[in-house]
């Protein structure tokens, strides 16, 4: 391998071949990640909480582990030593989990998320946990309890979200990859804003046991780094079947397809019209469209298809999503665990604690969900938008006869402003519109960059495929930045 001059510019791929050459240790490696944190975290905000101790800690016992493994010829884990960061609405087993909010601002889990689980017996080093808006709600990263994430590309930028935290610190290097949730977007966007790659998994591919919960039948736990073969890496040691999940599906893990000598001669991509739409950024439409044409001439097959119910997708997934937070956000009450009110009185003390506890965009989604669910309103609004949604995934079934992958812009533009949609949450809804259908059809979206704005913001598309077909989506992501430098752009911070 060639000189390393700065540890962070290491990709997983080659920190794991550093590590496990010997060149560095986990100790070298994990300090390397800290002091970048430490010198350039206040401009960039991307941590809730940073665990410099726990790490070192994690990083000598790996170090440990391995020699001992090395000396007496055991099996090394895949990933030891490696630093991750992780969204702060996923469970570490004594690091406090706060989701963005102030009603967990005290909570610290006892046990850990099944794909938390998956990565330490991996190997990882914990770096800390990510910021988040509150319970995943957001787009931005603007609605944290805890401060606004700012993009490291240009700091006056929103990073994405919900998963801004985990994106731009995988951008500004503070970490080789981070986990994120997707929801309705909220990997693939921030992916999109901060010029990095990220994985949003077939609903059911990987457990959801551990992550707090916003929208049951939408949420899925992905990863960000900064090449499709590092999220792939990650991808396959933290996916499989966990008997903890009702919801997780038993089918084998696949094969690695990021390698040498993969091509995608005759895969046939699906460009839908209705991802190309009045008001979309031209630059986001060429640059995804000119992304198109760099895979036709690999030697794939561009089909121009339609995915009609489209349109009303943004209204069926704020009607289903606030339904769910609606139900999921009660346990929240001030009397099993997080923030408490003081009022003796329950009634008072549990309204006190939620509406202490709560900031006004969950407020406002747990409001539209509980209205949504209620009596004489539940079958015209919530039990319709079920149907619609079958119509939606029924779409992608039907074009999925037809093509093996569909290619579309990831958001209509490029990182706005932060504060730039005020308090027009309808103006942030619509940062959603590409990415909510995948999450109500359960399949997967590979998010990657395609090139610049004129004010040097990232530009990113993404891939949607089959159910439990994550491979094509990586293998047609690894070709494509074998064939461009995109991906290798960083911000200087």
Known sequence: MKEIKNLVDLTV?????????????SRELTEAYLERISEHERDIHAFITTTPDLALKMADGADTKRLKATKENENIPPLLGLPLAIKDVLCVEGVRATCGSKILEQFTPPFNATVVEN???????????????????????????????????????????????????????????????DTGGS??????????????????????????????????????????????????????YDERDATSI???????????????????????????????QPEVAQSVRTAVETFRDLGAEIIDISLPHTEYALPVYYLIAPAEASANLARFDGVRYGLRASDENMLKMYTESRGAGFGPEVKRRIMLGTYALSAGYYDA???????????????????????????????????????????DPLAMYLEDVFTLPANLAGIPGLAFPTGFDS?????????????????????????????????????HL
């Open 13 to 25: 791929t080659e920190a794991v071949e550093v590590l496990s050459s010997g060149q560095i240790s």
């Open 119 to 181: 990565l330490l017996n991996a190997g990882v080093v914990v770096l800390g946990k990510t910021n988040t808006d509150e319970f995943a709600m957001g787009s931005s990263t603007e609605n944290s309890a805890y401060g606004v994430t700012h993009n490291p590309w240009n700091k006056e930028r929103v990073p994405g979200g919900s998963s801004g935290g985990s994106a731009a610190a995988v951008a500004a290097k503070f970490s080789p990859a981070a986990l994120g949730t």
């Open 187 to 240: 990997v693939r966007q921030p992916a999109s804003f901060c010029g990095v790659t990220g994985i949003k998994p077939t609903y059911g591919r990987v457990s959801r046991y551990g992550l707090i919960a916003y929208g049951s039948s939408l949420d899925s736990a992905g990863v960000l780094a900064r090449t499709t073969e590092d999220v792939e890496i990650i991808f396959r040691l933290m996916a499989g």
């Open 250 to 280: 038993d089918a084998p893990v696949a094969d690695a397809v990021c390698r040498d000598g993969a091509d995608v001669k005759g895969l046939r991509i699906g460009v839908p019209k209705e991802y190309f739409i009045e008001g979309i």
């Open 381 to 423: 609004y919530y039990g319709q938008a079920q149907k619609v949604r079958t119509l939606i995934k029924s779409d992608f079934e039907n074009v999925f006869s037809k093509v093996d992958v569909i290619a579309a812009p990831v958001a209509p533009t490029t990182a706005f402003k932060i504060g730039g949609h005020g308090d």
């Open 455 to 491: 004010d040097g913001l990232p530009i990113g598309m993404q891939l949607m495929g089959k159910q439990f077909d994550e491979p094509t989506l990586f293998k047609l992501g690894y070709v494509f930045q074998q064939h461009t430098d995109w991906h290798q752009r960083t911000p």
